[in-house]
């Protein structure tokens, strides 16, 4: 892959998403603190010979590991290391698939790497080098790991899951309770080795900034001004919030209350739910109830798609058809208007996922 990135003339941006990545990742290298923008303002604008005020820096939105773990990317030229991304997230992709067909015939495996990287917030994601496929891959590696009883997979999976916070804490959480509540020695040894891999994330994350347990909390305080989330997310708070006329804010309320009544419904209808619904429902639950989602954050809907495809069952493979189908037509037809389209095949597939198990049933 590497070989590929600095020969390959893959023709792909340089001005997109990954260059905060890339330009977050240079600067520690240079000793400058993950999340202080001042300096590193500063030491832009030194080296593009303007003044600091001329110089826009984007803060860094993701903890500090997933910096350090990619900070071999700084020592290439931009457009090599952007080229390196985009195979290693193509790779994660693929990875992802198989772990979560990993039961599956090897045609149907085929036919899972052709069709993941065609649903349209993955493409997207894809192409200007976005950061969800570490989490994917680890939500995939938990599915795979609590199917094989691997503590070592488990843990993997729950530090990859950190890597995305907004989504993947709530599923890294879920599976946390679900290890305890099995009361077994494997459920004992995933829960302890899943502690221990979020106490090296927390001592990895002081290489990137010495004062990140601070420093994060205020770079995503700033953050909010400047991401231009209230045009631009994507999500069920927001949309409510929008249409009584509240700001950003004043969606953070209602996610809170849409997130205890999603984990109340499943509670409710999956008291006894298989590993993979419990993930996939935790997944399409995040998406349904966080404020802060843009379209890309909805490529998570490979894993309730995954794991609803094992299912024999017509009535799901019509709802999986219209799930994958529905955001590239409505974007197709309505530009970023037709976002809101992927918020559908949100609680579309949140619904096949409760329900299922009774599909099933009834087909067998």
């Not at 290391?81 to 067909?101: E, K, P, V």
């Not at 077994?184 to 829960?191: E, L, Q």
């Not at 004062?211 to 700033?222: D, G, K």
Request: aromatic share 14%.
């Amino acid at each position: 892959m590497l070989v590929v990135a600095i020969y390959a003339p893959l023709p792909l941006p340089t001005d997109l998403d990954f260059r905060v990545l890339y330009q977050a990742d240079r600067l520690v290298l240079r000793g400058v603190p993950l999340y202080d923008r001042e300096a590193q303002t500063q030491i832009l604008a030194e080296e593009w010979g303007v003044s600091a005020d001329r110089v826009f820096v984007l803060s860094f939105p993701y903890p500090p590991w997933y910096a350090v773990v990619t900070l071999p990317l700084a020592l290439l030229p931009i457009a090599a290391a952007t080229r390196m991304w985009f195979l290693l997230n193509a790779a994660m992709l693929l990875i992802s698939a198989w772990l979560l067909g990993e039961q599956w015939s090897p045609y149907k495996k085929l036919a899972a790497f052709v069709v993941a990287p065609l649903f349209l917030p993955v493409l997207g994601a894809l192409y200007v080098g976005q950061y969800v496929f570490p989490t994917l891959l680890g939500i995939s590696l938990l599915i795979y790991a609590l199917r094989k009883q691997s503590v070592f997979l488990a843990a993997l999976g729950m530090a990859l899951a950190a890597f995305k916070p907004h989504i993947g804490l709530l599923v890294a959480l879920a599976v946390f309770v679900y290890l305890l509540l099995r009361r077994d020695d494997f459920g004992r040894r995933a829960a302890l080795a899943a502690g221990f891999a979020g106490f090296v994330l927390f001592i990895v994350g002081f290489i990137a900034d010495k004062a990140w347990p601070l420093s994060y909390l205020r770079s995503l305080m700033s953050f909010r001004g400047v991401s231009q989330c209230d045009n631009l997310c994507v999500s069920f708070p927001r949309l409510i919030a929008h249409i009584l006329g509240w700001k950003f804010g004043g969606s953070i309320g209602l996610a809170a209350i849409l997130l205890l009544a999603l984990i109340g419904l499943f509670v409710w209808m999956k008291r006894h739910p298989a590993p993979e619904e419990l993930i996939a429902s935790f997944v399409c639950i995040a998406l349904l109830a966080n404020p802060y989602l843009l379209n890309y954050d909805f490529a998570f809907l490979l894993i309730p798609m995954f794991v609803l495809a094992d299912k024999p069952n017509a009535k799901i493979w019509i709802g999986l058809s219209l799930a994958f189908f529905v955001p590239a037509l409505a974007l197709g037809m309505f530009a970023r208007a037709g976002n809101s389209s992927l918020l559908f095949s949100s609680v579309l597939l949140f619904v096949l996922t409760l329900i299922s198990s009774r599909l099933t049933i009834e087909k067998s």
